[in-house]
């Protein structure tokens, strides 16, 4: 082969990885102005009758909003809205950091049991009146749901560490993890009173309308913190995801690299579901539908995953004001009816992969 057509050869895979990369930005804007319009949507949905062009008018400048539309708008629907955006954003990225440590497209916060641990701390709370760490007043719901879905993912990684077992060991002890605070959850839930158990119950199902701005503060910071963390270690991870050896032979400490990752993920779901509740789902879709769009390299992966989460949370919220007028159904409700079918559809894509 000559050296022309080396050059040429050469040229050809450059112009190819640029236009790929062109195509991964693109689908991120086209991703975030959605978000926007969303966003926007989500803050004029209900009985006011505000418009798109107004609320964004008031949105880009509060200093033109009436009394009215500055309670509606700003104290009352931009921090549910936010909100939604920011838990949708961290649940994403949740998933995607965890399916790509564990190599198991079925590993999220909710399926390996730290939703089901921060609830079982959230009803030792409301039920029994506990509080793990004393002195946080009002907020001990709050603060028992992110010590027990912090603690679980420690005791996850801490048993599969000194019991050596893989990546796929994990996912089977985070399911046996699910069941167990589910079981201690439902005597929990027999023993409580109507209005102890009507509390719980609504909390499990998942609620933004319990969203302030400190809570919006607090997830901003978390997630604006963690996110260029994990996005500058882009390269080791799409590494990992062609094998623990393949990476470790590329110069990737796997097991650092897998305990750092597991720790930010645990903290970004665990101040998620402290805030707003068990919220199924949204970790499993969201990375999924982002990997089919733009593939494994994470520097298209992980801020699409975090969009794609932030996307469904959002439409999520305008879905449940609008399903009936005057009612808001909880959001975790709406992503589970979302969820099921693409988790079977899922299941069933691996078991067709696998027999072929």
Not at 120 to 137: C, D, H
Not at 198 to 215: C, E, M, N, P, Y
Request: aromatic letters at 8%; a positive charge; glycine letters at 10%.
């Amino acid at each position: 082969m000559s050296d022309q057509t080396l050059t040429l050869a050469a040229t050809d895979l450059v112009k190819d990885y640029r236009s790929r990369n062109s195509r991964k930005l693109l689908m991120v804007l086209a991703a975030l102005v959605a978000l926007v319009a969303l966003v926007v949507l989500d803050i004029i949905t209900g009985p006011a009758n505000l418009t798109f062009g107004r609320t964004l008018q008031v949105i880009l400048d509060p200093s033109i909003a009436t009394p009215k539309e500055d309670v509606i708008i700003w104290k009352l629907r931009m921090p549910v809205a936010l909100m939604a955006v920011l838990v949708g954003a961290m649940l994403g990225v949740a998933g995607a950091e965890m399916q790509t440590i564990l190599n198991n497209p079925l590993a999220d916060p909710f399926t390996l049991g730290l939703s089901a641990a921060a609830s079982f701390g959230a009803a030792l709370a409301i039920v029994l009146g506990w509080s793990i760490v004393p002195g946080v007043g009002g907020l001990f719901v709050t603060v028992n749901a992110f010590v027990f879905a912090l603690g679980a993912s420690a005791a996850l990684y801490l048993f599969t560490k000194l019991r050596g077992v893989s990546p796929e060991g994990m996912i089977l002890v985070g399911i046996a993890m699910l069941f167990t605070f589910n079981a201690l959850l439902a005597f929990l839930q027999y023993g409580a009173s109507e209005m102890q158990l009507a509390q719980l119950i609504f909390w499990q199902l998942g609620s933004l309308s319990r969203a302030t701005w400190d809570k919006v503060m607090i997830c901003a910071v978390v997630l604006g913190v963690l996110l260029p963390w994990f996005y500058s270690r882009a390269w080791a991870l799409t590494a990992l995801r062609m094998g623990e050896d393949k990476a470790a032979a590329l110069g990737v400490n796997v097991g650092l690299l897998r305990v750092g990752v597991l720790a930010g993920v645990s903290l970004l779901a665990a101040v998620a579901v402290s805030f707003v509740g068990a919220i199924a789902f949204v970790g499993l879709v969201g990375p999924h539908i982002a990997r089919m769009i733009v593939g494994e390299d994470q520097r298209g992966f992980l801020p699409l995953a975090a969009l794609c989460g932030a996307l469904i949370l959002s439409g999520t919220s305008i879905a449940s004001k609008a399903i009936t007028p005057g009612i808001v159904y909880p959001i975790g409700m709406i992503t589970s009816l979302i969820g099921v079918p693409f988790f079977i559809l899922l299941i069933l894509g691996q078991r067709k992969r696998h027999w072929q």
